[in-house]
C-alpha cells in the first residue's frame, strides 16, 4: 500500500502470528495538506480481543486526526477502560514547522532514519494503554529533507532491525525485501512493519 504523489510516502508489510488468521496489529495513516500522522496499534494477547482493542485506538486516530500525538494517546486510553488493552505508536510530522513528534506506549518502537543513514532508535514508554493514567513522554524534534521512519510492532525482531535494507529510501523496496527476508519464518508475534519516506 503507497501513495507516491504526497510529501510522504508509506508502505507496509504485516503478517498474522504462527497458524493466525486474525492479526492483533492495526494501523493507519493519512496525509494533509499541513501534516502527516501514522498510527500502529498492537492489541494485547491475541485474537478478537485484541483485535477489538487495536481497532477501537484506530478508530479513533482516523476521527481525530488534528489532535496532538498527548491528546490522541490520552483519548485512546480513556476508550480502552474495560478492554484488554493495547500498545501503541503514533508518528506525526508538522510539514509548516519542519518538526516531527512521537510518542509509543509498550512495544512498539521507532526507527528514525537520518540522511546519512544513521539509525536512532526510541525507547517506548513502559506500560500499556487499558484506561489508567501514567505519565508518558512525548518527543518532538526537526524536520530534516529526506529522513525515514520506521515504525514497528514487537514480532520484528532486533536483529531484523540491524539490516542495511531497512536505509533504503525506496519504502516499497523496503518492504518487499523484508517480506523476501521473513520469507517463510513462523513468527510467535503479529508483525507490522510500517516504512516511512519523508521528501525526495
Ligand atoms: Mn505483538
Not at 25 to 37: A, G, K, L, R, V
Not at 61 to 85: D, F, M, P, Y
Amino acid at each position: 500500500m503507497n501513495n507516491q504523489r504526497n510529501k510522504v510516502e508509506t508502505a507496509v508489510f504485516q503478517k498474522a502470528k504462527q497458524n493466525q488468521h486474525l492479526c492483533g496489529d492495526s494501523y493507519f495513516y493519512t496525509e494533509t495538506e499541513d501534516e502527516y500522522i501514522c498510527a500502529l496499534a498492537d492489541g494485547l494477547g491475541s485474537g478478537e480481543f485484541a483485535k477489538e482493542s487495536s481497532d477501537i485506538v484506530i478508530r479513533i486516530i482516523e476521527k481525530n486526526i488534528h489532535a496532538t500525538v498527548e491528546q490522541l494517546i490520552k483519548k485512546c486510553n480513556g476508550q480502552l477502560s474495560g478492554k484488554r488493552g493495547a500498545v501503541i505508536g503514533i508518528l506525526r510530522i508538522d510539514f509548516r514547522e519542519s518538526r516531527y513528534t512521537f510518542s509509543s506506549i509498550g512495544n512498539v518502537g521507532i526507527l528514525t532514519i537520518f540522511e546519512n543513514g544513521v539509525k536512532k532508535r526510541n525507547i517506548p514508554n513502559a506500560g500499556y494503554l487499558a484506561g489508567y493514567h501514567r505519565p508518558f513522554k512525548v518527543v518532538t524534534d526537526t524536520l530534516y529533507p529526506s529522513m525515514s521512519f520506521i515504525l514497528f510492532s514487537d514480532g520484528v525482531t532486533d536483529k531484523d532491525l540491524s539490516q542495511r535494507f531497512l536505509l533504503n529510501r525506496d519504502v516499497n523496496q523496503v518492504v518487499q525485501t523484508y517480506a523476501n527476508y521473513t520469507n517463510g519464518e513462523m513468527r510467535e508475534d503479529d508483525t507490522t512493519l510500517i516504512a516511512i519516506k519523508y521528501g525526495d
